[in-house]
């Protein structure tokens, strides 16, 4: 055998050394261990911190009801489905969850996963065939990117938020099934889809309009139904996607839109039909949490109260917080370095925040990602932005 590029197939496990650097180092801000709820406060090595690094934007889970009804969900059903929902993993929990989250996304129907990567994953690779394009947003989501990737037709980009791109692949593609795919929110830059345009668009070319509302449900929408309600677009988009683990406080996901699509996915998203079922506890606790915000509208209020307050006091101290228009609210920092110091030093001042670093983000523009919930008072947010202050300065960034 010739000597030269190792053939073991672990080589490169041993050789990727970048997260050992920054553990040496004491810069890695991943995997770090919280004892405690998801609330405006978390402790962490038996220290409180102030969680801004959260999607429980309305600081539904660890709600009394919420967790109430996964209580009760476990005693009558126990804690799992052992099957697919293809198979015998089917509750009439889980058909009834289908139907109000149809109602509540205005649709003739709905179909829940397991998790929200794994609707993606299988409403995209279901509906697109061989002979099909799939146009997404360059800043899309990476289950977007994987559900294309698992699809047999072509998948074409465009640039950010960019209309006038969008309608140029579009325009390039006539005569070909066309499904574009967005993020309503797009979850690092916290701003909006330029959804009327989109929608034009896609009307005028043929093509057929998925929403990803992960992060636009619970938030955005005279009732929190999100980015299409935001506009007043629900019966012109296509799809929409939403999962449970940002404001609807558990894991999972569902696709609604027409009777016969939903149908049709059903059948062919190998997502769904080869994984086991969403658990009793996970299904009646996003039952409880729909309830909630339909019960509960202050919830929505005073999150984008708090979404005001913190964009406008990022900026009045000088930082750079992009295009958002929601409570996620990026802190562009510059390189990669900069960001991981960023937040270890936040740490070090008792704030929890995330870091997004290249390829997640374009190079030189690594952020500390924040976001805001419901729950937050205006103590927590005058503390982050007294702490933002202060390491800001310390490197140089304001």
Not at 37 to 64: C, D, F, W
Not at 79 to 87: D, E, N, Q, V, W
Not at 236 to 249: F, P, Q, R
Not at 265 to 278: E, G, M, T, V, Y
Request: aromatic share 8%; hydrophobic share 40%; charged share 25%.
């Amino acid at each position: 055998m010739a000597v030269g590029k190792s053939t073991d197939l672990f080589d490169k496990c041993c050789r990727f050394d970048k997260a050992k650097l920054l553990i040496n180092e004491g810069l890695y801000p991943y995997f770090r261990v919280i004892e405690s709820a998801q609330e405006p406060e978390v402790i962490m090595n038996g220290r409180k911190m102030i969680m801004i690094g959260s999607n429980n934007y309305l600081g539904l889970t660890n709600h009394p009801k919420v967790k109430e009804a996964a209580i009760e969900a476990i005693k009558k059903y126990g804690t799992g489905c052992a099957g697919s929902r293809f198979l015998n993993g089917t509750l009439d929990l889980h058909v009834q969850l289908e139907e109000k989250l149809a109602r509540f996304a205005r649709k003739e129907a709905a179909l829940i996963f397991s998790t929200g990567f794994q609707v993606n994953l299988g409403t995209i690779s279901a509906l697109v065939g061989k002979d099909d394009i799939v146009i997404i947003d360059k800043m899309d989501h990476a289950s977007i990117i994987d559900g294309c990737r698992l699809s047999f037709g072509e998948i074409k980009k465009f640039r950010h938020n960019d209309m006038s791109e969008l309608e140029r692949v579009l325009k390039e593609n006539e005569g070909r099934g066309k499904l574009v795919v967005v993020d309503g929110v797009f979850s690092m830059e916290g701003d909006i889809v330029h959804l009327p345009e989109a929608v034009t668009l896609t009307k005028k070319y043929g093509a057929r309009l998925m929403v990803d509302d992960a992060h636009g449900i619970g938030v955005l929408g005279k009732t929190g139904r999100g980015t299409a309600e935001h506009f007043g677009l629900e019966q012109e988009v296509d799809i929409i996607m939403g999962t449970y683990s940002k404001s609807l406080a558990s894991i999972g996901g569902f696709v609604a839109g027409s009777a016969d699509v939903i149908h049709y996915i059903k059948h062919f998203a190998r997502s769904l039909i080869f994984s086991a079922s969403p658990p009793p506890a996970s299904v009646a606790s996003v039952s409880a949490a729909l309830d909630i915000i339909e019960n509960e509208p202050w919830r929505r209020e005073k999150l984008l109260k708090n979404t005001e307050k913190m964009l406008h006091g990022f900026k009045e101290l000088g930082f750079e917080t992009g295009n958002s228009q929601t409570p996620i609210i990026p802190i562009v920092v510059g390189n990669n370095e900069t960001a991981f110091a960023m937040a270890m030093m936040l740490q070090e001042e008792g704030v929890f925040a995330n870091v997004a670093v290249s390829p997640a983000v374009p190079e030189g523009k690594a952020m500390i990602r924040t976001s805001y919930m419901a729950t937050h008072t205006d103590r927590h947010l005058d503390i982050v932005l007294d702490v933002f202050e202060k390491v800001g300065k310390k490197l140089g960034i304001i």
